[in-house]
Every structure is written in structure tokens, then in C-alpha cells.
């Protein structure tokens, strides 16, 4: 197994060794959870012009359910996750949410009514909600310091595999639909009887996997001290490092947890306001990534791409497009979180959206279809995957205290899916009330806002263990 040698400021970066391989296989693992996410989260686009043909959705309020119910389901999710992983631990969770992944994935493919089709897609999000709520947060609680922002975003890696490789099936299993089609047309053809059911179905061969890799990674070290097993986090922390990180990251995160124990630390502090302070913090960069408006590029890419001039065939290949260049970016995060901090890309994320934005707008108002508007999309994504797409799941994993640090997460996370919910289920109404140069326009306002609000408010965590961010935050 490799080894590197690290520096000398904290006790998750003083040791002599960690064990680079062993880090990023636990923390793969754990990944995958993201990558279930990012396909569940994304087949729906591809597969909605089908779906709705079937099942004969012929109302806005109607396309914009069946497009986010999923997110009542991931709000359930992320609120039960985070108070039943600090009482039962994070490796549960993940075993929990590989199996509602495996079930509901077939059962809403093969969906043959609209309740049912809704009743699956509802549980799938849960198993969203738990994933995107524990992955993270397990990440980050068995990171050494010096890797932490780079792990975290894997598991943001991982999510836009998910996201492209949703977007790769539905382009190879739908078939070619001739331009012009009609809706009936499409509702009696293979792609409108079948096609969509394999998009949905197509997850449960990974979500075996990760159901199986979740049975062999360790429980999170914090979360094991916490709960008295001592030696088992000391056993989990000598095969991330050696014995000296391991007797140094026991010590520091003793000493965290009993300066709690002396203050008699419960839940109810998430109302102190020290806590509420860095709570706020979470909530506002769980929003601002949902209402930087990104995601309806993906929810609603063939209303973005019909509307600019392109048949089903070729909003899908589009489609496509959008997922490889929102994983390369993502790659680039990677590279970066912890080289030039959480805080400039954050920043760069929210002036290129904003300023991408603004050309969408400009491009709809003056009627600029086709490719240049294809570009202005892929600059947003671009921006949104190196910034605040990972990021905001890094700060949100780190920036709170370790005895709330599940309750605070899934407050957090909660918070992102209701925003995510009303932006998607809102953006159809939006678009017809205001047109589409409007609607982006008013995302890029919001791109803005958050500008000034991380330029004030976020602070840098780069390089500093849990325990350093939280006497930094709580002071």
C-alpha cells in the first residue's frame, strides 16, 4: 500500500505515513453513493420526453411533479440521514440508501401507472437525500487534513459520472426519433413503451455494487469516539496513517468532544448563536448552489435545447455534451480545492455563472439559437462543476462542529433539496410567465448575491483539521 510523507502542523497531517491507498479506496467507496445520486438525479431529463408521452402529461403542473417530486423524497432523505447517522453511525446509512437505490430504480422503470411512477421516484430521492447527506460527511470524517477538500470532491467526481453516465444511456438506448414526431407518435413507439423504463433500470447494476462495497468500509472514527469505541477508531485511524497519526488524531478529537462534554453539548445547541451563525452560513451555500439555476440545464435540458432549435435527437447527443464537460471541470475542482482554497473558486463560480447567465439571456432575447447558445451552456456548467457544484459540498461537510455535525449536515442538505425542489418545479411557471431571457437573468442576479455574500461571509478552510475549523468558527 502507498505511503507519503506529510508536514508537521496538524495531528491529521504530522504523521510519518498515511496510507494514500487505502484513504481513497474507503473513500471511493463511499463515493458511490454520489455517483447513484448523480444518474437518478439526471435520467429523468433524458427520458422525459418519453415518459410524458406515455403517461399523457399535458399540463405544466403535471411535467413540473413528475420532474420534482423525486425531491420530496430527497428532503425526507437528508432530514431522517443526518439524525439516524449520529445515533446508529454513517455505514448503515450507506448500506440503507445502496438498497432503496437498487429497488426503486426497477420498480420506477417499470412503473405502469402515474401514482406508481410517482410512489418510486419519491423513494429513490430518499435514497438521494441519505446519500448526499452521509457520503460526505463520511469523507470528510476519515480525511486526513492535507486531503480532505480532494476526497470530498470525489464524491462530487463521482456524482457527474453519474450525471454523464445517465446521459449516455439515454442517448444509447433511446432510439432515433424523426424530426417532427408527434406526441403520439412517440408514446406508441419503443422509446414511449420501453425505452424509458431501461434509462431507469439501467442503475441497479452499480447500486449492487456499492451495496457491497459499503459492507466492507470501516465506521467514521469521529463518529466511533464519540460512541466509546475507542479502539476501533484507533484500529480505522492506524490504517489511514500509522500509530502516531493515529494516537495524534485520537488526542485532538477527544479533546474536541470533551470540551462539549464540559459545556453538556445536545442538539439544542444547533439554536446557540454561535452555531445558528455557521448554520446560516451551510444553508445559504446549499441555496445558492441550487438557485445559481444550473440544475435546470439538467432537469429541463430539452425545453433549453428544443427552445434554441434542436430536434429530440439532437438535444440527447447536446445532453451528452453537457455531462462530458461538466466532468472535466469537475476534474479540474479536483485539482484545485486544495491548492488555491475553497474560497476563490467559490468566488470564480459565482461571477462565470452569473456572467454565463447573462449571455443565455441575451442569446433568447435576440433570438441567437443553435450553437452559440449551446456555448453560453457549457460555460455556465464549466463555471458551476469547478466551483460551486463540489465546494459547496466540502464547506458543508466541514464548517461544522463534530458533536452536531449530522444534525447540522442534514439541516443543510435539507435546505438544498427544498430549494432544489421550488427551483425545479418553478421553472416551467417561471418560463411561461417571463420568458426565457428573464428567467436566466434573474438566476445570474441571484449568481451575484452570492458573490458578495461568500466574499463576506465564507471563511477558508483549506488545510486545517475539523477540530481547527471548529475553534476557528465557534470562537
Known sequence: MKSVQTGSTAASATATHLHSGYVWLISAAAALGGLLFGYDWVVIGGAKPFYETYFRLNTQELIGWANSCALIGCLIGSIVSGFVSDRFGRKKLLIASALLFAISSVLTGWAWSFNSFITWRIIGGVAIGIASNVSPTYIAEISPALWRGRLVSLNQVTIVVGILGAQVVNWLIAQQVPLGATAEQIRVSWNGQFGWRWMFTAVTVPSLIFLFSSLFVPESPRWLVKNKRRGEARGTLVKIGDERYADEALTEIEAALTAESVHNVQH?????????????????????????????????????????????????????????????????????????????????????????????????????????????????????????????????????????????????????????????????????????????????????IGFIFIWLRVPETKGRTLEQIEQQLTR
Not at 274 to 299: E, K
Open 268 to 448: 439544542n445547541e444547533l439554536l446557540s448563536p454561535a452555531v445558528l451563525r455557521i448554520l446560516g452560513i451551510g444553508v445559504f451555500l446549499a441555496v445558492l448552489q441550487q438557485w445559481s439555476g444550473i440544475n435546470v440545464i439538467f432537469n429541463y435540458a430539452e425545453e433549453v435545447y428544443r427552445t434554441a432549435g434542436y430536434g429530440i435527437s439532437g438535444v440527447m447527443f447536446n445532453i451528452v455534451i453537457t455531462g462530458a464537460i461538466n466532468l472535466i471541470f469537475t476534474l479540474v475542482a479536483l485539482g484545485f480545492v486544495d491548492r488555491i482554497g475553497r474560497r476563490p473558486l467559490m468566488l470564480f463560480g459565482c461571477a462565470g455563472i452569473g456572467i454565463s447567465h447573462l449571455l443565455i439571456g441575451f442569446a433568447y432575447r435576440t433570438h441567437l439559437g443553435g450553437l452559440p447558445l449551446l456555448i453560453f451552456t457549457l460555460a455556465a456548467i464549466g463555471c458551476y462543476a469547478m466551483s460551486l457544484a463540489p465546494v459547496t459540498w466540502v464547506l458543508i461537510s466541514e464548517i461544522f462542529p463534530n458533536r452536531i455535525r449530522g444534525a447540522a449536515v442534514s439541516i443543510a442538505v435539507s435546505a438544498l433539496w427544498i430549494a432544489s425542489f421550488i427551483l425545479t418545479f418553478t421553472f416551467p411557471l417561471i418560463l411561461a410567465a417571463i420568458g426565457s431571457a428573464a428567467t436566466f437573468w434573474l438566476y445570474a442576479a441571484i449568481c451575484f
